[in-house]
């Protein structure tokens, strides 16, 4: 069992920055492919960003590729999404997860363990 927690959210204006972090607690932090994700009002859950258990792989949604970084540091069992540039339809609420799995998992049925979610709003 994993349980994550994500923080660093909040309102900003278009064109700045911030950092969601996520943390987890539970047994084997590093064999765990983490994830985040988004989704605004009215819309689904979608991909944003994943990166594999030793952090030497990442992928991107397109729309984010550029601005956002995932990290991760396994000795503190956190994950981060640096986003950079930040524009109003980057909006949502941000969920970080975590996949037991070895691919660099996009798709977010493949996720056992969700966090709560932090809410990003962006005003133009």
């Known amino acids: 069992q994993v349980q994550l927690v994500e923080s660093g959210g909040g309102l900003v204006q278009a064109g700045v920055s911030l950092r969601l972090s996520c943390a987890a607690s539970?047994?084997?932090?590093?064999?765990?492919?983490m994830g985040w994700f988004r989704q605004a009002p009215g819309k689904e859950r979608e991909f944003v960003a994943a990166?594999?258990?030793?952090?030497?792989?990442?992928r991107y949604t397109e729309s984010v590729k550029g601005r956002f970084t995932i990290s991760r540091d396994n000795a503190k069992n956190t994950v981060y999404l640096q986003m950079n540039s930040l524009k109003p339809e980057d909006t949502a609420v941000y969920y970080c997860?975590?996949?037991?799995?070895?691919?660099?998992?996009?798709?977010?049925?493949?996720?056992?363990?969700w966090g709560q979610g932090t809410q990003v709003t962006v005003s133009s």
């Open positions: 539970g047994r084997s932090f590093s064999s765990y492919c």
């Open positions: 997860a975590a996949a037991n799995t070895a691919v660099v998992l996009g798709d977010r049925y493949g996720y056992d363990f």
């Open positions: 990166i594999s258990r030793s952090g030497t792989s990442r």
